[in-house]
């Protein structure tokens, strides 16, 4: 690979620190050898003149589904093949990475350990990926899908994106099964859902068997993330439950208690909140013909947030961002950014949103030593977009701003 300068740009780091430029950076073997104001372009360098443009770290989003779904029926795209989801998701991925997302996590689905692998293999031109494989279920919990016989949801490829699992042996087989196929991560529920098809509002988990969970995941290096739907006035148990046993992040939780904060604190757990599809799904419901329970309980989950926030922020939990999107007509991948603007209408700073998005991301999976940031050493993962995102977050769905999308200094992304 050789040597790549980019000029005249105004440079956001992803430290907190507020942008300077104009500066320039030079890129060598796919990493960050110089940067500032002051930098030499090394001779034979092939120069990217930014015009002014701002250069960031790419972005990263720490929850969301290749579900490769076309719409809100469940059914219908649950009894569908898992390679037809893989085929549409490798279309959405290249939406992804045109949107500015460097790096994204798959949360839970069929054919994201499938759609890894093929970007790793540069067949498909999208984001570095993480992936937990399937959302591992206690029978009758959340994921598991109860307008599906009990006897294919249990089968040894259930439909949907869930691996059942009961038992402190089951779970860590399941885990096992994951790790195999190349998750990087391990999912799992300790709260129910949202979605009122959801069969109860309560995981059945015991600490024994998050435990063992925890500890598959952590013996090879992954996370264990778990899912918790929380809202104001819920009890936070299952949340406790599943920080004692060794979680490592707390996806969704929009109403947490102080208790629970504090827990979660004391352990290190992150709290991953994601409102954009809640905020999608609360403005179209009318034109999706979105259950009215389903919505309501949507609404309420941006409310809690926005209660939990400034006490998370108050009693220093870490925080990831993520869009939970799904790919569906309310959250279509490649707009992803929208979590961004609707985290700031809830109370998060631009430059809280944006830090997240990049440097804490990469905190919470522990690769912060190569990403999230624009420093010397780091790996060479950035866009290059037309304006300031620190003064308006929205410009980032604004794709044609985006000029330019770079992986380990290799442009995959250019417009004029």
């Excluded at 279309?91 to 499938?114: H, K, M, P, W, Y």
Aim: overall charge negative; charged content about 25%; proline content about 5%.
């Amino acid at each position: 690979m050789g040597t790549t300068a980019i000029t005249n740009a105004s440079i956001f780091d992803g430290t907190g620190a507020e942008p300077y430029g104009p500066a320039g950076l030079v890129i060598e073997d796919g990493r960050i050898t110089a940067i500032g104001p002051d930098v030499e372009v090394p001779l034979g360098a092939e120069i990217i003149d930014a015009a002014g443009a701002h250069v960031l770290p790419g972005l990263i989003d720490s929850h969301l589904h290749l579900f490769g779904i076309p719409g809100y029926d469940f059914l219908s795209w649950a009894m569908e093949s898992p390679m037809l989801h893989a085929i549409r998701s490798a279309i959405e991925v290249q939406e992804i990475l045109g949107a500015g997302f460097t790096l994204i996590r798959d949360c839970g689905s069929d054919n994201s350990l499938q759609v890894k692998k093929a970007i790793e293999e540069g067949k498909v031109n999208g984001p570095r990926m993480r992936a937990v494989g399937r959302f591992i279920a206690e029978t009758g919990g959340i994921p598991d899908l109860p307008f599906i016989r009990l006897e294919w949801m249990q089968g040894p490829e259930p439909p949907g994106f869930v691996r059942l699992a009961d038992g402190v042996g089951e779970v860590a087989k399941a885990a096992r099964e994951q790790i195999r196929g190349g998750a990087t991560d391990i999912k799992m529920g300790v709260t129910g859902g949202i979605d009122p098809s959801f069969i109860r509002a309560e995981s059945a988990w015991t600490g024994a068997e998050i435990e063992a969970a925890a500890h598959v995941a952590h013996n090879v290096g992954a996370l264990l993330s778990c899912h918790s739907n929380t809202l104001i006035g819920e009890s936070c148990v299952g949340m406790q439950r599943a920080i004692r046993a060794g979680a490592d992040s707390i996806e969704h939780g929009y109403w947490i208690d102080d208790e629970t904060l504090e827990m979660m604190a004391t352990h290190g757990v992150t709290w991953n909140p994601n409102v954009g599809y809640l905020s999608r799904a609360v403005e179209r419901a009318d034109d999706l013909d979105l259950n009215p329970v389903y919505v309501d309980r949507c609404q309420m989950a941006l409310d809690s947030y926005a209660d939990t926030l400034p006490r998370s922020q108050s009693i220093g939990v870490r925080r990831a961002i993520g869009s939970d999107f799904l790919g569906t007509p309310a959250d279509p991948h490649g707009e992803e950014a929208y979590e961004l603007e609707v985290q700031t209408r809830l109370g998060l700073s631009n430059m809280d949103a944006l830090v997240t998005a990049t440097r804490g991301n990469a905190e919470f999976f522990r690769i912060d030593d190569d990403f999230g940031t624009l420093e010397v050493g780091k790996v060479a993962d950035l866009l290059i977009i037309d304006g300031n995102p620190l003064d308006d977050v929205r410009i980032l769905q604004e794709r044609h701003r985006i000029k330019r999308v770079m992986i380990g200094g290799e442009t995959r992304i250019t417009r004029p």
